[in-house]
């Protein structure tokens, strides 16, 4: 990748993670910075398995990613999107296989590879990617859910069913996955917003354009878990915030 000049730095990515009402946090948050600034790493993955086998795979899930894109994951970015989750999903097999006892755990993983004119999704799970543009909000991602996926349900009605949290895939699962990789024109001053599960049912698109819109990424991060947790939130809540200058 030829190097650019600087445009991300820490003030313009932040993340925030709170265990809520559960017993461990099983999400697991991550951001990267290129070293020559001209994109960023952002990463959500809401891990499960009993106990705290979900956050073994949330963050085994998490360092490949981060293991990649540290070398030259950078260079190609959908295609280092896609690798990483198929070595995230063996190496979340090969974890449980060792261990009978995590058998069964798996993760959510969204990531988002943020440039300047271009942002790179890939996803499997119902953890989501977001952007803000002016008064306008885009969802990045669709949730991987199985009254989806196997019933044909609309996705607004999708959470109201009473599986609406079934997942129709995650990384890690016996079943493999299909991960959906996208991309997307960015510009300045976009806000790219990735959240688990916790977050984005308790808070809708519009509060978050009031939260982002009106605070710096750092104070917003933090703000979007404390409104998920102050509307009800029983579980682990995580948010992750780029801000393209």
Do not use: W
Not at 196 to 210: A, F, L, P, T, W
């Amino acid at each position: 990748m030829a190097t650019r000049a600087a445009i991300l730095n820490s003030d313009l990515v932040a993340a925030h993670t709170e265990t809520g009402q559960r017993e461990n946090n099983e999400d697991t948050m991550l951001t990267l910075i290129a070293e020559d600034g001209s994109s960023a790493l952002a990463l959500v993955a809401d891990g499960m398995g009993g106990q705290a086998h979900g956050q073994t795979a949330s963050k085994l899930a998490a360092k490949v990613f981060e293991t990649l894109f540290a070398e030259d994951g950078f260079d190609n970015p959908a295609e280092s999107l896609e690798e990483a989750m198929s070595i995230a999903q063996g190496a979340i097999l090969e974890a449980a296989k060792k261990d009978p006892q995590k058998a069964g755990m798996g993760t959510t993983v969204v990531a988002a590879v943020v440039t300047p004119k271009t942002v790179y999704v890939a996803h499997v799970g119902d953890s989501r990617a977001l952007q803000f543009r002016g008064d306008t909000v885009r969802r990045l991602t669709r949730d991987h859910l199985f009254v989806i996926d196997t019933l044909g349900i609309p996705e607004n009605k999708a959470k109201s069913h009473r599986m609406g949290n079934v997942l129709s895939q995650v990384v890690g699962g016996e079943d493999g996955i299909r991960p959906t990789i996208s991309e997307f024109d960015a510009q300045s001053n976009d806000t790219i917003v990735l959240v688990s599960d916790g977050i984005s049912e308790k808070v809708g698109e519009d509060r978050m354009y009031r939260i982002i819109s009106s605070l710096p990424p750092r104070s917003a991060a933090r703000e979007l878990v404390d409104a998920a947790l102050r509307s009800g939130s029983k579980d682990n809540c995580t948010a992750v915030i780029v801000k393209i200058p």
